[in-house]
């Protein structure tokens, strides 16, 4: 099984000499192609911190990662953006508001200069199942839901083979997170994506990923599978708790 | 959250023609802004045609019919060389017009482009364009068009250049407050992760949503323009004899100003109305724009 | 207990202009702990903010009935009500950070809420807000209240907003998604509070919140509002066996460790649903 995304030994601290704070403590895991894995914790944990990382949003980290292989090392690049692409939180913050759909999906297209725009905007709205008269809305006229599956659309228009996935249902309603979670368990499934998703909700993780890593103040304290997790195979203390919270 | 029960629209022109009727639907929805603008488009028209709305030739002394007061053949009177007030009035919202379109068209993008870069990019760039900006901003308008005056000589082009080299720093200084807060905004990051250069970010990501305060800034700011440039009129160093700018009319008419007001107050009115016309429009887009005020 | 319960509320009816954006709402909130539950857009938090009548000018509230106390509120002035608010009906909100203010110390805040419901000394006012920081379970209570807000965690500012609420003694608290905010853990102690506080000083609780699961675990009724209406009212333990398909579906709608599905049930929503 060839490896999609191995990270070793990451680590990133802000400030500098007296005022410097270490954020991740060496952070290491690998995920296979294909695969989903898990980055669950709390807030201050440093889940979204590795996904900055792997995005290109901080530049400073010390330590080793590979994408498909190839080394990466945090510079933000036309290629890097064709490998790996991303969802975040927010619906509301994360489509420019005074672009209309179409724009906001052909704006990487033209960035890459790829051809046949059009066809390729429709081919992407209807994997996320939006109708196609969406692509003349701005964001504020349609609802949270469909803004994060028009996020879901951009991400996927490079086709890229790694997605990066910020909670990305964690401000929606609980319908709608169904409907979104149905979705990229079904593209992933579709389209051979490899996910690594950071949550919270250690039933989005459960029902979205194989692998998961627990992280706490900036360390993976365990890696397991989804199945040991949830035949009660926690093995670390604060990863019972957590399991403990979310089957409460 | 619904989606809104809107006709969707069809065509990518459409979409942005039906938001733009919604923010020109709430700006004259306020009825003072609705005067401001119908006080703008007065002037704009006025000086448009103006040979044709004015009754006499500007330029074109009658002594013998000096300091006449307002009367059915002169509507505002002439003044101490005998020209039509009213005239020369009409003819100056040309002047009016050409120094605030000018500066406008200089201090935005001029002030917008600097201001952008800076708040985007930060550190040591950002440094140096705020501290040009506080250079510029030391200098009161009038003292450093009086510089300018001295050493070129006066004239209305290097009284706008005065003017707009003054006028930069406020739009700069709004437009990097606007692009700090939003250069870490996730749909900016998107953009970046997609592969976009900077200059891409800036021109179609950031820029346009810069745009709405500078733009109220910059109404706002005519109506200091306009007060300005007839301030320099009225010292003599912008504008010069026998054009008719509204500020040099005031000088002029300062000597007569007890007897025959209407020189003075003529030229003074109309400062009055256009300024209040520009605070207003610049007030009315403030609310129009404003994304938080959107319902 | 056969005395009447504390709030009585029949046909709650709120709109802006035209439609209503809550209509027909009715419960009754003895000193118990009732959930009102539903997504975005579904009402709940303007039935939280009409009681106290903290709505926008435009909006209009009627109701067949709104008691509370015995005392009508419906009728009740704006002085009445300016009365009421804080004294005797209290609300906590979902995130400390917009409810503190940020340039006051927390002892501050406090004091000035000791100091609406008896005047006090100056040293038997920080004495009261030290009682209410201890009971409130803060550690070190000098400290805390010589903090500013941004100085706390989230969790530790919405408990100073339970002390500050707690200083007056109020009978009923509509908490409005107080632990949305927090954390999983944080979370727990905060609800644990909430509990305290309901067993012993008989505090009556409308707890607001879109989390089906934890009201399920800590309210003892639960109200589930669609579309401004309320589509079911029964006890919390019943909510696995709940009848009203929107209930359902919610709860099949949550993705769960112990029972994992290859596709979640995608709600389907009724249009009979709104019209109920």
């Known amino acids: 099984m060839t490896v999609m995304l191995s990270v070793n030994d990451l680590r990133l601290a802000f400030g500098e000499g007296a005022e410097s704070r270490t954020v991740l403590h060496g952070v290491g895991f690998d995920v296979a192609r294909g695969q989903a894995f898990g980055l669950v914790g709390e807030s201050g944990s440093g889940k979204t911190t590795v996904l900055r990382c792997l995005a290109g949003q901080y530049r400073h980290w010390q330590g080793d990662v590979r994408i498909a292989g190839d080394v990466y090392r945090g510079a933000r690049s036309l290629a890097h953006a064709r490998r790996a692409q991303m969802v975040f939180q927010d619906p509301y913050g994360s489509l420019h508001p005074r672009h209309t759909v179409r724009t906001a999906l052909a704006e990487p297209l033209h960035v890459h200069g790829l051809d046949r725009v059009d066809e390729r905007i429709d081919e992407v709205l209807q994997q996320v199942g939006l109708p196609l008269h969406f692509r003349f809305r701005y964001p504020h006229q349609i609802s949270g839901g469909q803004r994060q599956r028009v996020a879901i659309a951009r991400a996927l228009i490079l086709r890229p083979q790694l997605l990066l996935l910020d909670e990305p249902t964690s401000a929606l309603d609980v319908s709608v997170q169904a409907e979104v979670l149905n979705l990229l368990a079904d593209l992933r499934q579709k389209h051979g994506l490899t996910y690594l998703l950071v949550s919270h909700d250690l039933g989005v993780v459960a029902h979205l990923c194989d692998r998961l890593a627990v992280m706490q103040q900036g360390r993976i304290v365990e890696t397991l599978s989804t199945d040991a997790l949830c035949e009660g195979g926690a093995q670390h203390a604060y990863t019972q708790a957590l399991v403990a919270a979310a089957e409460a | 959250m619904t989606t809104s029960a809107l006709p969707a629209p069809v065509g990518v022109f459409q979409a942005w023609r039906a938001d733009a009727a919604a923010t020109a639907r709430k700006l004259l929805a306020n009825p003072l802004t609705a005067v401001g603008v119908a006080v703008i488009a007065l002037l704009v028209g006025v000086a448009l045609f103006a040979p044709w709305i004015a009754t006499h030739d500007p330029l074109r002394q009658q002594l013998d019919a000096a300091l006449q007061p307002p009367s059915g053949a002169h509507w505002f009177g002439t003044d101490e060389f005998g020209r039509d007030v009213f005239s020369r009035l009409v003819h100056g919202t040309r002047i009016t017009l050409f120094i605030v379109t000018l500066v406008t068209v200089v201090v935005g993008p001029l002030g917008m482009g600097i201001g952008v870069v800076s708040g985007y990019f930060g550190g040591r760039v950002d440094v140096l364009c705020m501290r040009v900006a506080d250079v510029f901003l030391s200098f009161p308008s009038l003292v450093l068009a009086l510089a300018f005056v001295a050493a070129l000589g006066p004239g209305l082009d290097h009284a706008v250049l005065a003017i707009a080299l003054t006028a930069w720093p406020p739009i700069a200084r709004l437009a990097r407050a606007e692009a700090m807060t939003l250069r870490n905004a996730d749909f900016i990051v998107a953009a970046q992760l997609q592969g976009a250069s900077h200059l891409r970010v800036l021109w179609r990501h950031l820029a346009p949503l810069c745009l709405p305060s500078v733009l109220v800034r910059l109404t706002m700011n005519m109506a200091s323009v306009v007060l300005t440039a007839a301030g320099l009129g009225f010292l003599g160093l912008g504008a010069q004899p026998p054009l008719p700018e509204w500020g040099s009319m005031i000088s002029e008419g300062r000597r007569y100003m007890l007897d025959s007001w209407w020189t003075v107050a003529a030229p003074g009115a109309a400062i009055l109305a256009v300024s209040m016309a520009f605070n207003l429009l610049g007030d009315g887009l403030n609310d129009a724009l404003d994304p938080r005020q959107s319902s | 207990m056969t005395a009447s319960p504390l709030l009585q509320v029949q046909g709650l009816q709120v709109a802006y202009g035209p439609t209503p954006i809550v209509h027909g709402v009715s419960f009754t909130l003895g000193r118990e702990k009732l959930a009102v539950v539903g997504e975005s857009g579904s009402g709940k938090t303007t039935v939280g903010r009409a009681l106290l009548k903290l709505l926008p000018r435009q909006a209009r509230i009627g109701a067949e009935r709104l008691q509370f106390d015995g005392m009508d509120l419906l009728q009740a002035g704006e002085r009445d009500m300016a009365a009421l608010r804080g004294r005797r009906l209290s609300m906590i909100m979902q995130d400390p950070k917009y409810s503190l203010n940020p340039v006051m110390s927390i002892g501050r805040q406090i004091a000035e809420a000791v100091q609406r419901a008896a005047k006090l000394s100056h040293a038997e006012c920080n004495e009261r807000v030290e009682t209410l920081l201890a009971r409130v379970h803060i550690r070190d209570p000098k400290r805390v209240a010589a903090q500013y807000p941004h100085e706390v965690s989230g969790g530790m500012g919405q408990r100073v907003m339970i002390a500050m609420m707690l200083a007056q003694r109020p009978q009923l608290l509509i908490a409005d998604e107080p632990t949305s905010a927090l954390d999983v853990s944080v979370r727990q102690e905060v609800l644990h509070l909430l509990d305290e506080l309901v067993a012993e000083q008989g505090l009556?609780?409308?707890?607001?919140?879109?989390?089906?699961?934890?009201?399920?675990?800590?309210?003892?009724?639960?109200?589930?509002?669609?579309?401004?209406?309320?589509?079911?009212?029964?006890?919390?333990?019943?909510?696995?066996?709940?009848?009203?398909?929107?209930?359902?579906?919610?709860?099949?709608?949550?993705?769960?460790?112990?029972?994992?599905?290859?596709?979640?049930?995608?709600?389907?929503?009724?249009?009979?649903?709104?019209?109920a």
């Open chain 3, 204 to 275: 009556a609780l409308l707890f607001i919140s879109h989390d089906l699961n934890l009201v399920r675990h800590f309210c003892d009724r639960v109200l589930v509002m669609y579309a401004g209406r309320v589509v079911e009212t029964l006890a919390a333990a019943d909510l696995p066996r709940a009848e009203h398909p929107y209930t359902r579906g919610l709860m099949a709608a949550l993705p769960s460790l112990r029972q994992r599905r290859a596709v979640l049930p995608v709600l389907q929503r009724d249009a009979a649903w709104s019209a």
